[in-house]
C-alpha cells in the first residue's frame, strides 16, 4: 500500500460512500503495522492483513509476487454480489490514483450516486 495512495482514498471517501462503496485498504503487513500506519495518517477505513499464510489473500486475486513476498499494487471493485466487476493492476512505482474506481462505480448497474 502507497501512503499516498491512501490518502487520496481517504479523501475521497465521502465520494465512494455515494456510490455505497465500502473501501477496504489490504497487504501482508502485520496487523500491528496497519494499525500503527492508520493512526498515523488518521485514515477512516480498515486495514487489512495477509500476513499469516503470506499473501493466502493476494494470490486468490492474482496480486501476489511470490519471489518479492509482496503484494502487487491492484485495484479492485467487487460488486454486491460479490462478484469483481473491475480490476486494475498498477505498476509498483505508479500511483493508480481513484479515477478508475470512480468510472467503474458510475458505470455498475449496481451503483448509482445517492
Excluded at 487489512?48 to 499494487?73: I, M, N, W
Aim: with cysteine; net charge negative; aromatic share 12%.
Amino acid at each position: 500500500m502507497c501512503g499516498d495512495q491512501l490518502n487520496l482514498y481517504n479523501q475521497l471517501l465521502p465520494t465512494f460512500r455515494e456510490y455505497g462503496a465500502a473501501l477496504l485498504g489490504i497487504s501482508v503487513d502485520s496487523a500491528w503495522c496497519h494499525q500503527a500506519f492508520a493512526k498515523d495518517r488518521n485514515f477512516h477505513f480498515s486495514l487489512l492483513t495477509d500476513f499469516e499464510p503470506k499473501g493466502a489473500v493476494a494470490r486468490q486475486y492474482g496480486a501476489y509476487e511470490s519471489h518479492l513476498g509482496a503484494c502487487k499494487r491492484a485495484l479492485f471493485v467487487i460488486d454486491k454480489e460479490g462478484v469483481v466487476a473491475w480490476s486494475y493492476v498498477s505498476p509498483m512505482a505508479i500511483n493508480p490514483g481513484a479515477d478508475g474506481i470512480l468510472d467503474a462505480l458510475a458505470n455498475s448497474s449496481q451503483s448509482t450516486p445517492t
